[in-house]
């Protein structure tokens, strides 16, 4: 059996294409096990960090004799420890991800299924968390590509949400997750306290990159005259006479959006990725993800 | 500013209201579930319109149609306002309707733009003023009585049209001044290119005259003459005269082509020098036994194109019979037999039924019993039934005057002739008098439809007349005019405008004629001839049940000049207080309701551009 066979959100070829592909983290995460990634401790890699002093009970075959001939010091070589790192996949399951052709949701689980995938080949530790109505769902870590299909299953049956409520689950991410490590949060940032939420994510020195998911329909909406909006996920209704003029207010409102998180985002060292809907899966992953750095 | 109806005004509370109220009260609208409200929440806070505050706030919709709401109740409100215009009271439209206006030197021609200019006079005319319009053509017409309705004077001025005939200007001016008789400062406004000697002693009443000129000076060459004559020498053989001219300052050569029956048979080029006209002669053209048309095209591209052919008909020809009833007359018999296709059968008393033999018979000292049937020459007797009023019997008088232009009298000279005896006449209505003696009329002529009658009521033979050179030709052109419905050459040439009387031999009652530009007019027949007046158009009339043809050609030298004469305007004749400033009421709803279009056109944009 293979993972697209029993489940929907990635093909088994594609799946074969992403093997390719790694995470780029750029700052040092500690890990658990041994891995592939830079670690901030020091270890026995072949990459030489630096050097101290001897001391009593150290491995005597780290000490540098060719420093203690010239100098008549016991000094100890220390090299870089590379460790696997914490990946954790937040998606956000709300009502407003249900939304646009093709939806939301279902592009974020595939986005988040293809990092999860990378992560598992790369023998890093995978954790995946669905958001809805301000609680997480969690799946424990897992790692090896034979975890694949335990992903597959978790990401493919999110919960019946309504509302986001983003900070409250970033506080509760904050609070259960205490590992530092590389964070996806996939979400259309469709929540008031998005900012609030970001910030919590951001302050334990995650690495954090936000793909922030929108439908086409959300990006150029082909709506006009006297319309009746009504909020999907709070039931709020607002009366309004839509002209070009009023569509060029909303487009300025996105743009500050985009540019409020991505500028949020690169405050922290973090990533922003716009995620349109209507661009096909792999082309994303594997063009648009690598051009903003997010893979390699 | 005031207004008639300054009540009207009141409507804009319930219409600008129910505008209002549309604005206010809730629309259908359309539900539409969106992710979220997050990225509408300033485009709501914008353009919601949950309370009528809200709504109205710069709605610019709503502003233009209240704006629309306060021009129509303006524009019902009657506004006006007072100022010192000019009132004539009454005016007269006269519009040159001549060939010469259709000259394309301005453009479109002359006649439009003198419909134009005629248009916004009457559109510029005081409220409550009173216009008509008349078109001056050979004859002038009323085309429009005098009204205060612009519609009606506007419709008529659109549908005026000018012929190719002259114009009759002096008719027309005095037939405005008829119409403007029972006013105290009426206008007559002239609409014309001024081609034609200027009117001075038309006597316009109080009216005011206005000339308002068209056109510029055009080069322009036409035929100003036709004439198709009989060879005196060569019996049975016909010469086309045209006369050329033309205005050009320059010498110019002309091509003149003669098309008979739509075959060219001739073409001649004639050489003007500057301003000039010159007689062409088409010879030798020989009638067939069934009439055909001559037309003779002047090959040149001019401002005026109706001048530029001339039309006339061939005839067959036959034999002229004449029966002289006399006891013998040895000098009337010779000038009879002069005419080469005249024979002439002399008896002593008139058989009976002779006019159906013969296409004249000359009475000479022989009293005709009864009226005669057809064409007749009554010498040195006086019938009772002739309508002439006889006097007293005179001795050697000597003749004084003759009527120079009628075709019996052409080229002849009667100067001094004397009358041994002979009866002078008073001529009844309807006779025309040839020939005068200091007593009265000594001959005379009668015309009817199917008939003429000339009456000499001196013996010819007491007279000197034989002896003259006139004699012989006054009895040719007698000969010829008597039979002139019936002969070839000077019957079927009518100038434009002109009555042409059409012989209609049998029962009919109505008959038809094709016109040159393929209508067909339904004619009244009265004593076997139908009167004909609308010659209105240059070229070949027919008659579709009879065959009968005759030719129109516009021949107005005038009108081929296309001068452009501006006279100045004439004060009126008798006193009057003239063309005087009124404090009229000028009204402004039209100008409200073209605003008023214009701004529901701009709302009609706007809505349909969501502003």
């Given amino acids: 059996m293979t993972p697209g066979d029993e489940n929907p959100l990635l093909e088994a070829s594609f799946l074969q294409r992403l093997q390719r592909l790694q995470l780029l983290v750029r700052r040092p995460l500690p890990g658990q096990w041994k891995g592939e990634h830079r670690s901030p401790k020091r270890g026995y890699s072949v990459e030489f960090a630096d050097f101290r002093e001897y001391t009593p009970g150290d491995d005597l075959r780290y000490v540098d004799w060719r420093a203690y001939g010239r100098l008549d010091r016991l000094y100890l070589k220390q090299y870089v420890e590379e460790e696997d790192i914490y990946v954790l996949l937040l998606v956000d399951c709300s009502r407003s991800m249900r939304f646009g052709q093709p939806e939301k949701l279902l592009f974020a689980l595939q986005v988040a299924a293809a990092i999860g995938y990378i992560a598992l080949c790369r023998f890093h530790r995978v954790s995946a968390g669905l958001i809805g109505d301000g609680n997480v769902l969690w799946m424990r870590p897992v790692r090896g590509k034979t975890s694949l299909i335990p992903l597959l299953r978790f990401l493919g049956n999110p919960p019946e949400a309504k509302e986001t409520a983003l900070p409250r689950a970033a506080r509760q991410v904050v609070n259960s997750w205490k590992h530092r490590g590389a964070v996806y949060l996939l979400t259309d940032l469709m929540d008031e306290g998005w900012n609030e939420a970001l910030r919590a994510l951001l302050a334990p020195r995650h690495e954090l990159t936000l793909v922030h998911t929108l439908s086409p329909q959300e990006l150029h909406p082909d709506l006009m005259g006297d319309l009746l909006l009504i909020d999907s996920e709070t039931g709020v209704t607002r009366e309004v006479s839509l002209s070009p003029a009023a569509l060029s207010l909303y487009h300025r409102a996105l743009q500050q959006l985009r540019d409020g998180a991505s500028a949020l985002c690169g405050h922290f060292g973090g990533n922003y990725l716009l995620a349109d809907t209507s661009q096909p899966l792999e082309e994303f992953i594997r063009r648009e993800m690598r051009l903003r750095g997010v893979l390699t | ?611």
């Fill in chain 2, 1 to 611: 500013m005031r207004f008639l109806a300054i009540w009207n005004l009141l409507w804009f509370l319930p219409i600008g209201g129910a505008i209002l109220a549309l604005y206010i009260l809730r629309l259908r609208r359309r539900r539409v579930e969106v992710p979220a409200l997050l990225l509408w929440a300033q485009v709501v806070q914008d353009f919601q319109a949950n309370v009528p505050w809200q709504r109205l706030r710069k709605h610019w919709l709503l502003l233009v149609q209240l704006l629309a709401a306060l021009l129509l109740v303006l524009g019902i409100a009657q506004p006006y306002t007072r100022a010192w215009m000019y009132s004539g009271e009454a005016h007269v439209l006269v519009l040159d309707g001549s060939a010469s206006m259709l000259a394309t030197d301005v453009s479109p021609s002359r006649f439009e733009q003198a419909r134009a200019m005629a248009r916004e006079y009457i559109q510029k005319m005081p409220p409550g003023d009173q216009a008509a319009i008349v078109l001056a053509g050979a004859r002038p017409r009323v085309l429009c009585g005098l009204t205060t309705n612009r519609s009606e004077l506007l419709r008529t001025l659109r549908n005026a049209q000018p012929a190719e005939t002259g114009a009759n200007i002096a008719e027309a001016l005095a037939l405005a001044g008829a119409m403007l008789t029972p006013f105290a400062a009426p206008t007559i406004e002239v609409f014309t290119d001024g081609g034609f000697p200027e009117p001075r002693d038309v006597d316009t009443g109080r009216a005011r005259l206005q000339y308002h000129t068209v056109g510029e000076r055009a080069e322009n060459a036409g035929i100003v003459a036709v004439d198709l004559r009989e060879h005196r020498d060569a019996p049975g053989r016909f010469d086309l005269f045209v006369v050329l001219r033309h205005n050009s300052e320059r010498e110019r050569r002309y091509t003149l082509e003669l098309w008979r029956s739509d075959n060219l048979i001739d073409a001649q080029e004639v050489t003007l020098p500057a301003r000039s006209e010159a007689p062409v002669l088409f010879r030798d053209l020989i009638p067939s036994d069934r009439p055909e048309e001559l037309r003779v095209r002047l090959d040149s591209r001019d401002a005026l194109a109706c001048d530029n052919t001339a039309y006339a008909i061939l005839y067959p020809v036959r034999e002229l019979k004449v029966l002289l009833v006399s006891t013998g007359n040895l000098f009337l018999e010779t000038a009879l037999n002069l005419h080469p296709r005249t024979v002439v059968t002399k008896v002593a008393s008139p058989p009976a039924e002779a006019h159906e033999k013969y296409d004249v018979v000359v009475y000479d000292g022989i009293k005709p019993a009864s009226p005669p049937e057809g064409n007749a020459v009554i010498i040195g007797t006086l019938p009772a039934w002739f309508p002439v009023v006889a006097l007293q019997p005179v001795e050697n008088s000597v003749v004084v005057d003759w009527h120079h232009t009628h075709p019996t009298m052409r080229y002849v000279d009667l100067a001094s002739v004397r009358l041994s005896k002979a009866t002078p006449v008073l001529p009844k209505p309807g006779v025309e008098t040839l020939v005068e003696v200091s007593e009265g009329a000594v001959m005379v002529s009668l015309q009817k439809p199917d008939r003429r009658w000339l009456l000499v009521t001196f013996d010819i033979t007491s007279s000197d007349l034989p002896l003259r050179v006139a004699f012989p030709v006054m009895m040719l052109n007698a000969l010829r005019w008597l039979t002139a419905p019936l002969e070839s050459g000077e019957r079927g040439l009518v100038p434009a405008g002109g009555l042409a009387v059409i012989p209609v031999p049998g029962e009919y009652q109505k008959i038809h004629l094709r016109l040159p530009d393929g209508r067909t007019a339904e004619l009244n027949v009265q004593e076997q001839a139908a009167p004909f007046e609308d010659t209105l158009q240059t070229g070949i009339y027919r008659c579709t049940e009879t065959g009968y043809q005759f030719a129109v050609n516009l021949v107005q030298r005038e009108e081929t000049d296309l001068a452009v004469n501006r006279y100045t305007s004439q004060p009126p004749s008798a006193a009057a207080p003239g063309t005087r400033k009124v404090l009229a009421r000028r009204e402004w709803w039209q100008w409200l309701a073209g605003l008023l279009l214009a701004v529901l056109a701009l709302e009609w944009i706007m809505y349909h551009r969501r502003w």
